[in-house]
């Protein structure tokens, strides 16, 4: 059975893989095992927690888990728990090295393409990479949601394999409903600006950890007049980033730049925007982030990061099984920022705490999996963390 999409539905552009009918097949099987991990047996879990396991807890214990933390410490020794976790982690390999196998065929033609777009005299985007940036270790500690190889490893001149592995694997992973251009996160951003900040037209708007632009480039369609700034600390995602942009003809200018040492003047920017960022940061670069966010920002400008909610006010079991992450999926901050008071970082960054706010946003197109009505297909909606200078 094929899941929910189709690898003929990634878009195209100019260093996009061609992949051919059994890579294709290939892709589709692991991202059908993934969707069916989730459709039909993920519910699974909290059938088995309220028979087994809740019961079990309570006789040992008189009384219920009091965080998730109880809740995973038992449902770990369940057998039906283990072989689900163990089949997403297998599935979320498996979707790895299936965007690998074309990816490792066609590569060679593929970096070549991106060469000539690196090399070209003229652009409408830029890249500026600096090869003496310290990576930071919460980047490189671990292969992040097991890419392989993770965001910044390099292995030869204009090296772009990170970045094609990350489009493709991404696609995957988020079961293609993200949309074709996998941008639901980056419209869903400039529709909350339109919504908010309807006379926003020029001005200059800046994207964090923007990786391969998947977020970045709806901020240009969106805002044509706007100067559109995008940085990141991994050169393989930024130059594949630029050569999918200038593919497009998109006009942006990336910069390889870690974002707790920030190379723009003072009250620069009209937006700093992340989408789904937060969660590979370790807890001090956030912080640090933000300070520098609020630097950076104009009196009146607005950050702006989307993430999955905070765990604040939610039931211990949907904790736990939000937080499978952390331990399953190469995640190790994913657990710890959605239990920090992310106001009061905003507040210790300069920004007044009235103009803080934490909120749910509806989606823009994107549409995600409800694992409460498996045969329906639900609009996004994303955890916004904002804040106004």
Request: hydrophobic letters at 40%; glycine letters at 14%; aromatic letters at 8%.
């Given at each position: 059975m094929l899941g929910p999409n189709s690898f003929n539905r990634l878009a195209a552009h100019g260093v996009s893989l061609a992949a051919n009918h059994d890579e294709i097949a290939h892709e589709n099987f692991a991202q059908a095992m993934h969707f069916q991990v989730f459709a039909n047996l993920m519910p699974g879990n909290k059938e088995v927690y309220r028979t087994r396991v809740l019961p079990s807890f309570q006789r040992e214990r008189g009384r219920r888990p009091s965080n998730r933390q109880e809740v995973r410490g038992a449902m770990r020794r369940d057998p039906y728990h283990q072989m689900w976790s163990a089949l997403r982690r297998t599935t979320q390999e498996l979707m790895w090295t299936a965007a690998q196998t074309g990816l490792n065929r066609g590569f060679p033609a593929l970096q070549q393409r991106a060469s000539n777009y690196l090399a070209r005299p003229t652009t409408k985007s830029s890249l500026t990479l600096d090869p003496t940036i310290a990576m930071p270790r919460y980047i490189t500690a671990v292969d992040i949601h097991c890419m392989p190889g993770g965001y910044t490893g390099e292995v030869g001149s204009n090296d772009v394999y990170a970045g094609a592995i990350y489009d493709r694997g991404v696609y995957s992973i988020t079961q293609g409903f993200l949309g074709p251009h996998v941008d639901g996160i980056g419209r869903t951003i400039a529709a909350y600006i339109k919504r908010s900040h309807p006379r926003f037209r020029r001005g200059k708007i800046l994207d964090i950890g923007c990786a391969v632009g998947h977020s970045t480039l709806p901020l240009c369609d969106a805002f044509p007049a706007a100067e559109v700034h995008a940085i990141d600390v991994s050169a393989p995602c930024l130059r594949y980033a630029f050569a999918r942009a200038e593919s497009w003809g998109k006009s942006v200018k990336f910069a390889q730049q870690d974002a707790e040492r920030l190379r723009f003047a003072d009250n620069t920017f009209d937006f700093v925007t992340s989408g789904a960022v937060m969660h590979e940061l370790s807890t001090s670069s956030l912080h640090n982030i933000v300070r520098e966010i609020h630097r950076v920002l104009k009196p009146g400008g607005v950050m702006i990061h989307v993430e999955q909610p905070q765990y604040h006010g939610m039931e211990p079991f949907d904790q736990f099984m939000r937080d499978w992450d952390t331990f399953?999926?190469?995640?190790?901050?994913?657990?710890?920022?959605?239990?920090?008071?992310?106001?009061?970082?905003?507040?210790?960054?300069?920004f007044k705490r009235d103009r803080v706010a934490e909120t749910m946003e509806a989606g823009d197109g994107g549409r995600v999996y409800n694992v409460e009505k498996p045969d329906a297909k639900t609009r996004a909606n994303w955890f916004f963390y904002t804040a106004r200078k």
């Open positions: 399953g999926n190469n995640e190790p901050f994913w657990g710890t920022l959605h239990d920090l008071d992310l106001t009061q970082i905003a507040v210790d960054a300069g």
